[in-house]
Nanobody, 121 residues
Framework: QVQLVESGGGLVQPGGSLRLSCAASGIAFSINDMGWYRQAPGKERELVAT???????NYADSMKGRFTISRDNTKSTVFLQMNSLKPEDTAVYYC???????????????WGQGTQVTVSS
């Protein structure tokens, strides 16, 4: 009933920047927490950052000072600004949102399709 659509991934040089976007679309829903996760080949999916509906943010230690998560509630969209990118940031990045459908009593987590970020010379 709800779809998360991501954009902004690609290939960048070390030290470069990217801005990822994830927009939720559907009918009769509201969004609570949103976040970004990433998964490199052969590794577990890990938390990048989260943001509550009220704007409170949380970051994984390795991303602090380089990444910034934000959201636009009027557009049902979450962003991830990534600066000073390193080769070890290379991964598939996934958007996540806790969605409350109208008529439901609890939120359900939805995932985007994932977008590839590659940091290489």
């Amino acid at each position: 009933q709800v779809q998360l659509v991501e954009s902004g991934g690609g290939l960048v040089q070390p030290g470069g920047s990217l801005r990822l976007s994830c927009a939720a679309s559907g009918i009769a829903f509201s969004i609570n927490d949103m976040g970004w996760y990433r998964q490199a080949p052969g590794k577990e999916r890990e938390l990048v950052a989260t943001i509550t509906r009220g704007g409170t943010t949380n970051y994984a230690d390795s991303m602090k000072g380089r990444f910034t998560i934000s959201r636009d509630n009027t557009k049902s969209t979450v962003f991830l600004q990534m600066n000073s990118l390193k080769p070890e940031d290379t991964a598939v990045y996934y958007c996540n949102a806790a969605i409350l459908l109208v008529g439901s009593l609890r939120s359900v987590g939805y995932w985007g399709q994932g977008t590839q970020v590659t940091v290489s010379s």
